[in-house]
C-alpha cells in the first residue's frame, strides 16, 4: 500500500521561508514525475510544481515561480519543496502525489495528511 508523508509545514511571517518534505512508502517512486499542490480554506486543490523522475525537469504554477524549488531524493525516496519569500496567500494543505509529468494529472486518488502551512502579514 503506497502512503505518503507530508512534513514541515508551519507558522511562518510574510517574506519567510519553510521546506517540505514528502515521503513515500510502500513503492519507490524513483521512476515517477512527483508533484505538489495545495488547498486553501474552501478551495479546490490545485498544482504548485512537479518535478520529472530524473529531477532534471521541473514545473511551476505561475503565482510560485522564483520563490518555490521543488527537488527529489530519489535514494530516499523524498520529494521537497523549499518555499521562500512567502505570502499570505500561499497559505493551504500542502499535499504531495506522485503524476503524470506531461498532464501533472496526481496519479494516486488517496491523498496523505498534509502539511498545513500558515503566512501571517
Known amino acids: 500500500q503506497v502512503q505518503l508523508v507530508e512534513s514541515g509545514g508551519g507558522l511562518v511571517q510574510a517574506g519567510g521561508s519553510l521546506r517540505l518534505s514528502c515521503a513515500a512508502f510502500?513503492?519507490?517512486?524513483?521512476?515517477?514525475?512527483m508533484g505538489w499542490f495545495r488547498q486553501a480554506p474552501e478551495k479546490e486543490r490545485v498544482f504548485v510544481a512537479r518535478i520529472s523522475w530524473s529531477g532534471l525537469s521541473t514545473y511551476y504554477r505561475d503565482s510560485v515561480k522564483g520563490r518555490f524549488t521543488i527537488s527529489r531524493d530519489n535514494a530516499k525516496n523524498t520529494v521537497y519543496l523549499q518555499m521562500n519569500n512567502l505570502k499570505p496567500e500561499d497559505t493551504a494543505v500542502y499535499y504531495c502525489?506522485?503524476?503524470?509529468?506531461?498532464?501533472?494529472?496526481?496519479?494516486?486518488?488517496?491523498w496523505g495528511q498534509g502539511t498545513q502551512v500558515t503566512v501571517s502579514s
Open positions: 502525489n506522485a503524476v503524470n509529468w506531461n498532464t501533472g494529472v496526481p496519479a494516486f486518488g488517496s
Open positions: 510502500g513503492r519507490t517512486f524513483s521512476s515517477s514525475a
